[in-house]
């Protein structure tokens, strides 16, 4: 592990000017993540700074939704009353990620950074295009099972790893941020980018910008919710595949429909066309069966990640059937 400076900050303005000073600074939350990025050289960092002493725990209902402050823990969200009753889905995907110690010390807005596992980002003997931009990609030829079905570039195929953003990208959540010159709000669809030519790029934060929270949108997906994930071990993995569902039942008429994917892009994946099919349906297997054919439009597997244009329709239409029982 390389040698680090370390300064602890009190003001979210203090913290974003040591970061507009420092080009190889970085903010310090929960550290499970990052941490870790350090023991295995893929981050140099010269200085972290700890943000953890910024009044940014919040949970609080606000005008129209819900106000997670960007350190709230990953376990004050899934365990909020507020969450339980009105976004019971999040709840579902949070508790579905990692381990009970690793979801008290990680942080929302730490959570929406994470950075992906494949196995090459990790290696630094291996080349990867995200760590080392321009050195190639170990995963196009390698082992990549874990990798991805949609929005994947020649530069990288990557996933992204967080159970936490499927669900946020269903509940169209809204990130707070403050920069050195300017606030602003960023939509959670728009948040985490496609690898394109720069993969190295995970989302589209500004090095200096700080997550200040994340707002939920009042809705009517309360009841008819289930997040289902499929991984290796049930103790703790990432996911292979993993579906956020959630409908709104009038009786078995589909009112709404909120459907997304984790495990299969470099960024968690909305499927759009397969709300768009389910809306005004009644809800039955026939029919959750083609919106998860048509969410699968457009899929490509490599080499060692075929098994998953299976397993993730029947994850789709699992996670619905489950949804649609409840309540
Ligand atoms: Fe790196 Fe992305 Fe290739 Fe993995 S898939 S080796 S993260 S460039």
């Known amino acids: 592990m390389n040698p680090f400076q370390y300064t602890r900050s009190s003001a979210a303005s ?60 990953n376990s004050e969200v899934a365990d909020h009353p507020l969450v339980l009753q009105d976004y019971p889905l999040l709840a579902q995907a949070i508790n579905a990620g990692a381990s009970p110690q690793l979801r008290n010390m990680a942080t929302v807005g730490g959570n929406i950074m994470q950075r992906t596992r494949c196995n090459y980002f990790f290696d630094t003997a291996m080349p990867c295009n995200k760590r080392s931009p321009g050195s190639g990609c170990g995963a196009l030829d390698g082992y990549n ?43 959670f669809s ?22 200040i929270s994340v707002d939920l949108p009042a809705n009517s997906f309360n009841r008819h919710v289930h997040y289902l994930k499929v ?16 409908l709104d039942l009038e009786g078995d008429k589909i009112k709404g429909a909120r459907l997304a994917m984790g495990g299969v892009a470099h960024k968690p994946w909305r499927l759009h066309g397969a709300e768009a099919f389910l809306l005004g349906k009644t809800s039955g297997e026939d029919v959750f069966r083609q919106a998860a054919r048509i969410a699968m439009q457009g899929a490509k597997a490599y080499k060692y990640n075929q098994f998953k244009l299976t397993l993730a329709p029947n994850a789709i239409l699992q996670a619905l059937k489950t949804a649609s029982s409840l309540g």
């Open 231 to 246: 991984r290796d071990r049930t103790s703790f993995a990432f996911a292979l595949i993993s579906v956020a569902a959630a």
């Open 145 to 187: 099972r874990m990798h991805a079905l949609f929005g994947a570039s020649e530069k990288c195929i990557a996933v992204n790893p967080s159970d936490m953003n499927v669900a946020l990208t269903a509940l169209e959540a809204v990130v707070h941020v403050k920069g050195p010159k300017r606030d602003r709000k960023i939509a």
């Open 190 to 211: 728009d948040f985490h980018r496609l690898p394109g030519d720069h993969p190295e790029k995970d989302n589209t934060l500004e090095r200096t910008e700080l997550i």
């Open 14 to 73: 203090g913290a974003i000017q040591s970061l507009v000073k420092e080009p190889q600074a970085h903010f310090l939350a929960g550290g499970t993540n990052l941490i870790d990025l350090i023991k295995m050289g893929v981050l140099r960092p010269e200085r972290l700074v700890d943000i953890n002493a910024l009044p940014l725990r919040g949970i609080e209902a606000i005008a129209g939704g819900l106000r997670i402050g960007a350190l709230a823990s």
